[in-house]
């Protein structure tokens, strides 16, 4: 006990190393933009996805270890700051009819932006007034989301199953 009170009044005394603000600045919006890949682009590093490189990826797989990316979303997950976030598993229809089919639903209420999902891709964090290839966020938001950079935007790169 006596050596946490001795370090506690050492720490108030030769004081503690004050917390730095960050170093790192943003490029200017003249090395940002346009992207490389022209100042239309809607889908930043998902240019990369091309039938090529899928398959140099899939030649690397040597094990077949699965990794689970995904997030499953429950109350129980760590929630930022007042967010919340409830799911409802209900019963709507009992069987019924002759084939006995029944249903069920399930209801969310709260927000998902910070608990576990981004579904706004690019708009979802910026610098200064402007996210990705420098589009003004005033120029692009809707009050039912944004007209620009959406996830719909990221495609599959033109990969076809043939």
């Known amino acids: 006990m006596r050596r946490q009170v001795l370090f506690i009044i050492a720490a108030l005394f030769l004081g503690v190393p004050a917390a730095r ?16 890949w022209g100042r239309d682009d809607e889908r ?15 030649r690397l797989i040597r094990t077949g270890e699965i990794i689970e990316l995904g997030h ?12 919340r ?7 709507s229809n009992p069987p019924a009819g002759t084939n006995r089919r029944g249903s069920n639903e399930e209801t969310v209420d709260g927000e998902l932006g910070q608990v576990g999902a981004q579904l706004d891709m690019f708009p979802h964090q910026s610098i200064g007034d402007e996210t990705y290839n420098c589009h003004r966020i ?11 950079l959406g996830i719909e935007k990221l495609g599959s790169g033109g990969i076809s199953a043939s």
């Open 21 to 36: 603000a960050e170093s790192w600045q943003p490029p200017d919006a003249k090395q940002r933009c346009p992207s490389k």
């Open 44 to 58: 930043g590093a998902a240019n990369h996805v091309k039938p090529a490189s899928v398959a140099r990826a899939a």
């Open 72 to 83: 499953v979303l429950s109350q129980e997950m760590p929630l930022f700051g007042s967010r």
């Open 85 to 91: 976030f409830d799911l409802y598993l209900k019963r």
């Open 138 to 148: 005033d120029d692009i938001a809707t009050r039912t989301g944004f007209s620009k």
